[in-house]
């Protein structure tokens, strides 16, 4: 079975009638977001939150009630992949660029999911580029400034232009050897004008569920 779709069913057994609920966005949200489908044709009751357009399309073709990010206060669950997880449970996120969105729902959130299979969790952060969220109009100052913290950098592309989020900003792609101070970081690259968001979460995950390749679907509580 789908070690993916292993971990995303186990976090939508999670969710309860009336919550308000967070939907990531990628190949292992897809899986929550088919399951929460299923569970409310089956009855269950909740408003969702989406990261992003693609999610948010998936959800109304589905007929999961969507609001927007202006008319909640609180989330009470977010379910979400990340790209690489530390054995802190620190993450990267953003590989399908919609890490500001996502960053936001998961820190506003009572219990933070996140899904992955057994390849995403790492030692140390930093195999996968550290995406990073910047405005357009000064793009060569803020990659030299990213430079400065030591990663080459590379400007994500779609069909030969320029990837553009969700937000009308660009994603740089960071890639560092080896992220040791990932809280430290994260603190260095926001601090840096331009910059929008990056995708390292840090101290934010509830629970970490693992689908294995074996078919087994394990939950971490955070350390
Ligand atoms: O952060 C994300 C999107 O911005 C995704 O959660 C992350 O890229 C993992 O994706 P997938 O579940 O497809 O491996």
Redesign the pocket.
């Known amino acids: 079975m789908n070690p ?1 779709k292993l971990a995303a069913e186990k976090a939508v057994e999670f969710i309860e009638d009336g919550m308000v609920v967070g939907l ?7 899986w929550a977001i088919q399951k929460i489908a299923q569970r409310i044709n089956e009855g269950l009751r909740i408003r969702a939150v989406a ?2 357009r693609d999610s948010e399309e998936l959800a109304n073709k589905l007929g999961i009630p969507i609001v927007p990010f202006s008319e909640i206060e609180f989330i009470d669950i977010t379910i ?4 690489e997880v530390d054995t802190h449970f620190n ?9 500001v969105r ?1 960053k936001i729902l998961a820190i506003n959130s009572k219990r933070f999911f996140v ?3 057994e390849s ?1 969790r790492v030692e140390h952060l930093g195999q996968f580029p550290l ?1 990073v969220e910047i405005v357009h109009f000064a793009v060569n100052l803020t990659i030299n400034k990213l430079k400065e913290l030591g990663c080459n950098t590379r400007i994500r592309m779609r069909n030969d232009k320029e990837y553009i989020t969700d937000n009308g900003n660009i994603i740089v792609d960071c890639t560092f050897e080896k992220i040791v101070e990932p809280i430290e970081l994260n603190k260095q690259i926001n601090l840096i004008p331009g910059v929008v968001d990056n ?1 390292l979460f840090t101290r934010m995950v509830s629970s970490l569920i693992v689908g294995y390749n074996d078919g087994n679907v394990m939950i971490f509580d955070q350390p």
């Open positions: 993916k990531g966005t990628g190949s292992t949200a897809y990261s992003s979400d992949g990340a790209d993450l990267i996120k953003g590989g399908g660029g919609a890490l996502e899904i992955v299979d995403k995406p995708g």
